[in-house]
């Protein structure tokens, strides 16, 4: 990246930090759902939920990693409307006749958008502490799962940039991102897979989100990881990319088309 990139793509950042900061509610919004969802499955389902885990393993531990990605999940469709909210604006149409670096508009978000969510997610591991979790991890398995969630969380920024840019209005910009945000529910982020009937247990078995939790709860509690690890980190590669070349793409396209 060339000096003036760096230069564009740090003021962009600058300028969506401080957006940020004037319009509080997205952000607190996108934290808040994933907050109430751990709260409301723990106090209210924990009870009866818990008894699939068998052992007398603890509710709790088993659900945040799910909580975890599904907060990844919110952040991203805060990410896509608010890039949606400037292309409504004409804020990207006059960011286009400017003397700046191409791509420092999706790049500036991108990072605003990083920085917004690892943010969201050490709020959400503080409540789930206070909550009762009580993870095994050492700085080793801290380390691993941090690295698993910033991989995670630019794969969900590109795609939530690209859902912003495809969409027509804000709000088809966070309909868009509904799948991102309600896929772990049929995973194995509440309830062990083998729990769930046979069609739809192929289905969460074969989906992004189960490796990826499964991976998280291994280096968090301690539990088998097997290959999941491996398919954890190709599945968040692969949607990085199909996130990147399709923001590019359409961002590069005709603004009257």
Request: hydrophobic residues 50%; glycine residues 10%.
């Amino acid at each position: 990246m060339s000096t003036l990139a760096i230069r564009d793509t740090t003021t962009l950042l600058r300028r969506n930090l401080r957006h940020m900061q004037r319009f509080p509610m997205m952000s607190i919004g996108s934290l808040l759902m994933p907050v109430l969802m751990m709260l409301l499955f723990v106090h209210v389902f924990g009870g009866s939920l818990g008894s699939t885990l068998g052992g007398g393993a603890s509710y709790v531990d088993y659900l945040v990693p799910g909580i975890l990605v599904m907060t990844v999940g919110a952040s991203a469709a805060w990410t896509a409307v608010n890039i949606n909210s400037d292309m409504s604006e004409g804020i990207i149409a006059r960011f286009r006749t400017m003397a700046i670096s191409r791509y420092s508009v999706l790049t500036g978000q991108a990072l605003c958008s990083l920085i917004n969510t690892v943010g969201s997610l050490a709020l959400v591991i503080g409540v789930a502490v206070l909550t009762g979790f009580r993870p095994a991890a050492d700085f080793t398995d801290w380390l691993a799962a941090a690295g698993l969630l910033v991989l995670l969380t630019l794969a969900f920024t590109w795609l939530g940039i690209a859902f912003g840019l495809a969409a027509k209005t804000p709000g088809g910009a966070n309909s868009s991102s509904l799948p991102l945000q309600f896929l772990p529910f049929i995973s194995s982020a509440f309830v062990p897979t083998d729990s769930m009937s046979s069609g739809l247990k192929w289905v969460a078995e074969n989906q992004p989100f189960t490796p990826i939790i499964d991976t998280l709860r291994g280096l968090l509690i301690g539990t088998p990881i097997g290959d999941s690890g491996y398919w954890a980190v190709g599945w968040c590669l692969v949607l990085t990319a199909v996130g990147y070349t399709w923001a590019r793409s359409l961002f590069n396209r005709d603004p009257s088309r």
